[in-house]
T-cell receptor
């Protein structure tokens, strides 16, 4: 029973390039969350998605960032024209989203470095 | 606005001692309160969780105490071990939306 999978685990991008982070939720989970974590800091909520729907994107910067969770395939967090301040660990989490079960499980994260 | 307030920011405990981390919330709609443990370079791992219909939940050396009237909950780690050294996050959830505390860095010294 595979857990939440994220790839790549490490990503290096030059300023101005695009970063694509992928997340495959646990089997049977239909809800995906993205968080950002800076060194020595807590988890900052970015976006909450269900299949083909964005439920809450209140934590997502208005520009350059977008997220999707298509009917088929992984969830994608996309950062366009990356800047140094985007360097962080990005974590994806999933939850069943059904039957009132809230348990949320995290992936290992993608560490983005912008040079 | 921080929905969940966590303290202390860092904690140092002797091996064998009790580690206590506290969280407080305001929104009475929250109905699920998990704790996560995170080691450096890893993702947070679900440690233990409680719902507001009980006041305490124990799993091994980890106990959550929940005070609904005070809107507070805490994590107790009994017989703390050096391997427990990690960052701990509390969270509160309702309707599948999660709010995290700012984390507590725990160091257990031998």
């Amino acid at each position: 029973n595979a857990g939440v999978m994220q790839n790549p685990r490490h990503l290096v991008r030059r300023r101005g390039q695009e970063a694509r982070l992928r997340c495959s939720p646990m089997k049977g989970h239909s809800h995906v969350y993205w968080y950002r974590q800076l060194p020595e800091e807590g988890l900052k909520f970015m976006v909450y998605l269900q299949k083909e729907n964005i439920i809450d994107e209140s934590g997502m910067p208005k520009e350059r960032f977008s997220a999707e969770f298509p009917k088929e395939g992984p969830s994608i967090l996309r950062i366009q024209q990356v800047v140094r301040g985007d360097s962080a660990a990005y974590f994806c989490a999933s939850s069943p989203g059904q039957g009132g079960v809230d348990e949320q499980y995290f992936g290992p994260g993608t560490r983005l470095t912008v040079t | 606005q921080q929905q969940v307030k966590q303290s202390p920011q860092s904690l140092i405990v002797q091996k064998g001692g009790i580690s206590i981390i506290n969280c407080a919330y305001e929104n009475t709609a929250f109905d699920y309160f998990p704790w996560y443990q995170q080691f450096p370079g890893k993702g947070p791992a679900l440690l233990i969780a409680i719902r507001p219909d009980v006041s305490e939940k124990k799993e091994g050396r980890f106990t959550i105490s929940f005070n609904k009237s005070a809107k507070q909950f805490s994590l107790h780690i009994m017989d703390s071990q050096p391997g427990d050294s990690a960052t701990y996050f509390c969270a509160a959830s309702f309707s599948n939306q999660f709010y995290f505390g700012t984390g507590t860095s725990l160091t257990v010294i031998p």
